[in-house]
């Protein structure tokens, strides 16, 4: 790999990949001005803005045909040359980072298109699509950085904009509170980001992907006690970005933003950087078990187990959770977050097999940018229509009055839930077959999670689409425009046929972590039961459970029976398991509490002590001195004459 | 050049003192052009001084006293460490002449008051000679006083104006001891000719250690070292914007590169032993103080308390002790100058639309004041160490500082601390922001107007341009900074007693 870094730096005529650099910055540079000349042009702005994107796909695209199975990198520009810290910023252009690149602006282009129809009537449009121009500006940061501490701007950077996106309808207080929540608890997440690359950086001497590798590979000692540490704490980035456990709780509020803008964060950009950067970092989670003393206790595990298991109770949880929402939206939250819990399970998994390699996070990553982007997209096609209705027991009846809608979403469906033929399936067997082989444990859950998806799934679709009407904001609903149709449709095409074979992305990205990696066996729509039976067939047996079970309770029901059922642990899941009840409980009160006692000591002893006391010690002095100011002559010659003595003696001492 | 720059403030206040009191609309545009032509000037100063050299530049130097022992000289110069600082005072200078439009009551001696201080704090920045310094700095915060009793507001300005007067005064007498204690051990107080002299021959540990204490605690007195700091939200609260700007941007700097230019390369001994002390105290400024402001329910207030933690920043990079926490220390430096300049230009714009800061009472702003509103997000994102402002860079040089250090064995928790400090900042910025900006407008507060001119925007905007591009390309400064921070490191290592032996004594453990 090293060998085409250098190959690329040294030829200098074909600089094809600086393309690249264009593919970062046309957002950037239509969002500076729209925000200066075009706050009051709406189409022009939202014209100017889609431009943008479609030029960095088209790219994105030239880049793919000219770079795919390459790695290149460089990093032409110094950005804070200091001794001993010199970061440069460069551009990465290799598997990981051109299949990324796709996915970011093609899904961003979909969403702008739909947002033309959805946000039309909405006042701040043109400041709606500068701000989505610079999240798609930020994002592509993430993907292409060539360092860590380059990565951790514009990971940053995803984390402002994406404040304000949520925020964008910032005069309710639920969306301001949200986009709060959602800076704060990824602020949270990044903290352990930053010490994870100082640690990094003390050990190796750069914070260069590629030279870090490197490093690594051939010193896989290096971080000596601080191996597995520097591993968790760069999770934790991941954990908050991606909304793992126990920092999710940001994601499902963070719906309050435009319902586009979800399709976008919370599908296939923000929340994907997490599992995007785990694979960048890959490398990490290698390297043998070390922890320092005082972390004795966990002696013994390696960071990536700890990765992998993060990843399956967040996977749990949010299933569990999700089969008890009744908002069309949250629905999806929490089956993204149980998704995500599944790339990253993958990605820990990954690192334990005996050819470490976390393609099967990257793949389903892949395949759930384009099916859970449409099936947001068609949940706001559905919240237009029905007018800002978001409840599904207020739905129904749905699929006769929104043809388009209804069929692109089922196609999303279908593939969420992994049926064959479908590309959810491909990429979800990949994870099975990999948890399979490093641990039955994390299978099993992996295979319940796949069941109560289909589940959940089930569910949305015959209580939201199927039935009859059940409130007249759903009887009286149209098919959504053109603009937002035509999206719904070629999202739901790559659902379907994004994880075939023939296209092989898996593979792609497979030799991404192991180059030398070529399949046999080659079968466009079966390969998943020739390559591992087991997998395949637990995967296929919960589909057909989790479906046949909806069908059972929810054909036809008017009011949710699952409560009656299960009792308090519906009431668990549809209260989310009470975690904000949780936090607002615990870590609230505790940093109130350090806040008063820091302000008391300020206060009182501080200020109160302090500034009262030296008063009082000037007043003392005051006095003293006025015994020496006599308005005697003589009485002042004999001060100056002691103090000139003194002086001499203090100078002659010396 | 340089002391053209130092005087053009001076010159406007004198033409100011010539206009009568009554064309205040003449004032007020004298004082906006002297202050422009400044802020310019500063600019072509900052980018013709050469980068990668650790030598002063734009030097000049006057013979003043030369009798019997006493060597005084009028001797201004900049390096990479200055230049910068030079640059942010010049152009809060501006800003903060350009804000005060709206100033009523005495505006002539309240422009004048305000020169001096611009005035003040370049000469102080420009200054090699430690007697000028002092004099420039008193110059600058004479007024301070004055403008905060005067012009001040909030019932209990009097007290505040009282408490920063002691404070700082007493600070700086403490410094002055300090310096005077450092004059009788050497005979000069020229930094050049300092340098020259300690190269080789390093002060005796005993008079380091008797001159560190006075300027650490007097000038850090200045600075708002933690627990000297309770001067400073109070002060600033009831200041006007202006001198508040002035005040926590540009001459709270001036503490910090005294320590910079005197106590650091010239006292190394003292400072390794000082070292764990000056630790605690920065993990004062960064987390107490930051959970301080979580409690403010005033908005300037809140930007006081978030301000000393910014020093905790610049402190602890001091307390890092090498090139990259040192350089990471002077980007702070001019990084916080130009933020707090922006902060309190916008909270000065906030209380003059509405008449209070009082977070709880204010609401939806963001709908009335779009460009105010939006630049005081992005300001208050800086404040919490977003990338992409100049405050990040900083705030990274002095992280990676640290971790490189090895004075001191908790680099691992002080770093956790201080990283932790910047999440406080998250919550109590955000919690600003959703209080302030966001939520529903409350309706008495339909009608207060935005900053709609280019002219009123441009203070704002000039402060903003700053803070993005040595946020974007830090390189601008570093290249700067880095060489004569070096210098400081090279005069380190000259100690009296090796390093060796400071380890064996315990001095320095924790």
Redesign the interface.
């Known amino acids: 790999m090293d060998a085409h870094v250098l190959e690329h730096a040294a030829e200098s005529g074909s600089r094809l990949q600086d393309l690249a650099w264009m593919v970062l910055f046309a957002p950037l540079i239509t969002a500076a001005g729209t925000h200066m000349f075009l706050r009051r042009e709406r189409s022009l702005a939202a014209g100017f803005n889609i431009a943008a994107v479609a030029l960095s796909f088209v790219l994105s695209v030239v880049l793919f045909a000219a770079f795919a199975g390459e790695t290149v990198a460089g990093s032409p520009f ?8 010199d970061i440069s910023f460069g551009l990465r252009l290799d598997n990981l980072s051109l299949l990324m690149l796709l996915v970011v602006t093609g899904v961003a282009l979909l969403v702008m298109l739909f947002s033309t129809g959805y946000m039309h009537e909405d006042p701040g449009y043109s400041r709606y699509f500068c701000t989505l121009s610079l999240f798609v500006f930020s994002m592509l940061g993430v993907v292409l950085a060539d360092n860590f ?1 380059m990565m ?3 990971w ?2 995803v ?2 904009t994406s404040y304000l996106l949520i ?1 964008f309808w ?2 309710r ?1 639920a969306a ?2 949200a ?2 929540k959602a ?2 608890t990824n ?2 997440g990044d ?1 352990g980001f ?2 994870g690359i ?1 640690l990094i ?2 050990a190796t001497g750069t914070v260069h992907f590629g030279t870090a590798e490197a490093f690594l590979t051939a010193h896989p000692l290096a971080l000596g006690s601080m191996a597995s540490l520097a591993g968790v704490l760069v999770f934790m980035g991941a954990m908050g970005k991606s909304a793992q456990f126990p920092l999710h709780v940001w994601l499902p509020d963070a719906m309050e933003g435009p319902t586009p803008v979800s399709a976008l964060i919370h599908a296939a950009t923000m929340v994907a950087a997490g599992v995007y950067m785990l694979c960048r970092v890959f490398f990490l989670y290698t390297l043998p078990a070390n922890w320092p003393d005082w972390l004795g206790f966990l002696q013994g595990i390696p960071a990536s187990s700890i990765v992998a298991w993060i990843g399956g109770i967040t996977a749990l949880l949010a299933a569990l959770i999700a089969v008890q929402q009744n908002d069309i939206k949250r629905i999806l939250a929490y089956s993204t977050l149980s998704q995500l819990g599944l790339m990253v399970l993958a990605v820990g998994m990954g690192a334990r097999l005996s050819a470490p390699n976390a393609g099967a996070a990257m793949f389903h990553l892949f395949t759930h940018a384009s099916f859970k982007a449409l099936l947001f997209l068609g949940a706001g096609s559905v919240i237009h229509a029905c007018h800002h209705e978001q409840d599904i027991w207020k739905m129904g009846g749905l699929w006769q009055r929104m043809p388009v809608t209804f069929v692109t979403f089922l196609v999303g469906s279908l593939a969420l839930m992994g049926v064959p033929l479908f590309s959810g399936f491909y990429s979800k067997d990949d994870i099975l077959a990999t948890s399979l082989e490093t641990g039955p444990i994390l299978f099993s859950l992996a295979v319940g999670v796949s069941a109560l998806t289909t589940f959940y799934m089930s569910r949305l679709l015959l209580v939201a689409f199927l039935g009859r009407p059940r409130s007249s904001g759903a009887g009286q609903a149209l098919e959504s425009p053109s603009s937002m149709t035509w999206p719904l449709v070629i999202l739901a095409l790559s659902s379907v046929f994004a994880g075939w074979q023939i296209f092989g992305v898996s593979q792609f990205l497979t030799r991404h972590f192991l180059p030398e990696y070529r399949t046999h066996e080659f079968d466009p729509l079966f390969g998943p039961f020739n390559h591992n039976p087991t997998a395949a067939m637990f995967g296929f047996g919960a589909v057909l459970f989790g479906m046949s079970l909806a069908a059972r309770i929810y054909y036809g029901a008017e009011r949710d029976p699952l409560p009656g059922l299960m009792g308090r642990l519906a009431r668990a899941m549809r209260h989310r398991f009470y975690f904000d009840e949780i936090y607002e409980a615990t870590v609230v009160p505790l ?2 509490a ?6 008391w ?2 206060r009182w002893i ?2 109160g002590l ?2 009262r006391g ?2 009082g010690a ?1 007043e003392i002095a005051g006095r003293a001195l006025r015994l020496l100011q006599t308005g005697n002559l003589q009485t002042y010659g004999l001060w100056f004459a002691a103090g000139a003595v003194l002086l001499a003696v ?2 002659l001492k ?1 | 050049m340089l002391t053209f720059l130092i005087l053009l403030p001076i010159i406007t206040a004198l033409v100011i003192l010539a206009i009568p009191g009554h064309y205040r609309f003449v004032i007020r545009c004298v004082a906006l052009l002297g202050t422009l032509e400044t802020a310019i000037w500063a600019a072509v100063l900052f980018f013709r001084s050469v980068p990668g050299t650790p030598d002063f530049q734009f030097e000049q130097l006057v013979p003043w006293i030369s009798a019997g022992g006493l060597h005084v000289n009028y001797h201004v110069g900049v390096d990479g460490i200055s230049v910068g600082l030079v640059l942010a005072a010049a152009w809060v200078g501006f800003a903060a002449t350009a804000i005060s439009w709206d100033i009523e009551r005495e505006n002539k001696l309240f422009y004048i008051l305000l020169m001096m201080m611009i005035s003040g704090s370049l000469g102080a920045f420009a200054s090699l000679d430690l007697f000028f310094f002092y004099f420039f700095n008193e110059m600058a915060l004479v007024p301070t006083f004055i403008m905060i009793g005067v012009w001040g507001s909030g019932p209990d300005r009097q007290a505040a104006a009282f408490r920063i007067t002691l404070y700082l005064t007493l600070g700086a007498l403490v410094a002055l001891v300090g310096l005077v204690a450092l004059y009788a051990a050497t005979g000069t107080l020229d930094v050049t000719e300092l340098r020259r002299q300690l190269v080789d021959h390093p002060l005796p540990i005993k008079t380091q250690q008797r001159v560190f204490p006075c300027l650490l605690f007097g000038f850090g007195t200045l600075a708002g070292l933690w627990p000297f700091h309770s001067w400073a939200p109070q002060g600033y609260a009831c200041a006007p914007a202006a001198t508040a700007m002035m005040h926590a941007g540009i001459l709270k700097k001036a503490g910090l590169l005294a320590l910079l230019r005197v106590a650091w390369p010239f006292l190394p001994d003292a400072v390794a032993y000082w070292m764990p002390v000056l630790v605690w105290l920065c993990l004062g400024n960064l987390l107490f103080c930051g959970f301080v402001a979580l409690r403010q329910r005033d908005l300037n207030l809140l930007i006081g308390n978030s301000s000393l933690a910014h020093m905790g920043f610049a402190f602890l990079g001091l307390a890092s002790m090498n090139v990259i926490g040192l350089t990471g220390t002077v980007l702070v430096m001019v990084a916080h100058a130009f933020l707090a300049g922006l902060s309190f230009a916008l909270t000065g714009w906030v209380r003059h639309q509405t008449g209070t800061v009082e977070m709880t009472r204010l609401g939806g702003l963001l709908r009335t004041m779009p460009f105010i509103g939006a630049a005081m997000i992005l300001c208050f994102m800086a404040g919490c160490g977003v990338p992409g402002f100049a405050n990040f860079a900083g705030e990274l040089g002095v992280l990676f500082g640290v971790w490189k250090g090895t004075m001191f064995s908790l680099h691992a928790w002080v770093l956790a601390a201080a990283w932790g400090g910047l999440i406080i900042a998250g919550v109590y910025m955000m919690r600003a922001i959703r209080l302030v900006l966001h939520g529903e407008l409350k309706p008495e507060w339909h009608e207060v107007s935005d900053a709609n001119s280019g002219w009123r925007r441009l203070p704002f905007v000039a402060l903003l341009v700053a803070l993005v591009l040595f946020g974007v390309a830090p390189g601008i400064l570093t290249r700067r900074i880095e060489p004569a921070v070096v210098e400081i490191v090279k005069m380190a290592r000259h100690r009296a007693v090796p390093d060796s032996l400071v380890g064996a004594t315990g001095a320095v453990q924790p």
């Not at chain 1, 110094?78 to 810290?85: D, F, I, K, Q, Y």
């Not at chain 1, 350090?594 to 302000?599: H, L, R, V, W």
């Open positions: 110094s950005w804070m040359p200091v001794a001993g810290m501490v951790f701007v514009f940053e950077l984390g402002v925020g910032y005069d207080a301001a509170d986009a709060k800076f704060l602020r949270l903290f930053l010490m100082l950086w003390s940093h109130d350090a806040a008063a006692i820091a302000g000591i300020d501080i200020s302090l500034v030296i008063p000037v203090f100078t010396r």
